[in-house]
């Protein structure tokens, strides 16, 4: 039986332009690619719409923030959507994005308009939000699986009641996606990393 065709040259195009982005760069303390982080957002999003410039944006969701490309090089070989997208997920306090200060200093400040600018998000960038959001809580998970409370030192900010805060107003912000299987396992697996 063949496969059913799918127009995925808008994805595939977004996957290519990530792996380069990214291109020799590792996921912080994880020893793989950072790509995988990406292409797992990518599979995230994908239970739960078809829509291609989701899935897109959720394979570039992180290159304004961790690359040298702009929001504006997004916005020339994407559109105006998926830019806008992206440009949601990156870490910035009103507008103003947070690259080379100290990370330590700014992370409250940085999670806390996360947290808010995500509640007042439209439906799409949460569900794009989803992806980046539950992939790093999994990895949290399997690493506090190996590492317990010692996991919390390979973060600038060391304090896991502070990670705790942080991925609960995540949580909060996305409860609109509650009725999905990704918002079910995200709050499940905050609450096993989390619960004393």
């Known amino acids: 039986m063949a496969n059913k065709y799918i127009d995925t040259d808008l994805l595939d ?12 760069t590792e996921r912080r303390g994880k020893g793989f690619p950072y790509i995988v982080h990406p292409m797992e957002a990518v599979e995230i999003v994908a ?5 291609q410039e989701l899935l897109a944006a959720a394979a570039l969701h992180d290159t304004i923030e961790d690359t040298d490309v702009t929001v504006e090089q997004l916005r020339e070989a ?12 990156s870490d910035q306090i009103d507008g103003q994005l947070f690259d080379g200060e100290n990370e330590e200093e700014t992370w409250h400040a940085r999670k806390q308009a996360a947290i808010d600018r995500l509640a007042a998000a439209p439906h799409d960038a949460k569900i794009v939000a989803i992806g980046d959001k539950l992939s790093n809580m999994r990895a949290i ?18 304090d896991k009641a502070s990670h705790e805060w942080h991925y609960r107003g995540l949580a ?11 918002y079910r396992e995200f709050v499940r697996l905050i609450d096993e990393v989390f619960e004393d």
């Open 141 to 158: 998970w399997r690493d506090y699986q190996q590492k317990g409370d010692a996991l919390w030192n390979i973060f600038h900010v060391k």
């Open 78 to 89: 994407f559109g105006e959507r998926i830019a806008a997208l992206v440009h949601a997920e």
């Open 13 to 24: 195009r977004a996957i290519v332009f990530a792996v380069q982005a990214h291109h020799n």
């Open 172 to 182: 909060a912000s996305l409860k609109e996606l509650e009725d999905t299987f990704a």
């Open 47 to 51: 239970t739960i719409t078809a829509d």
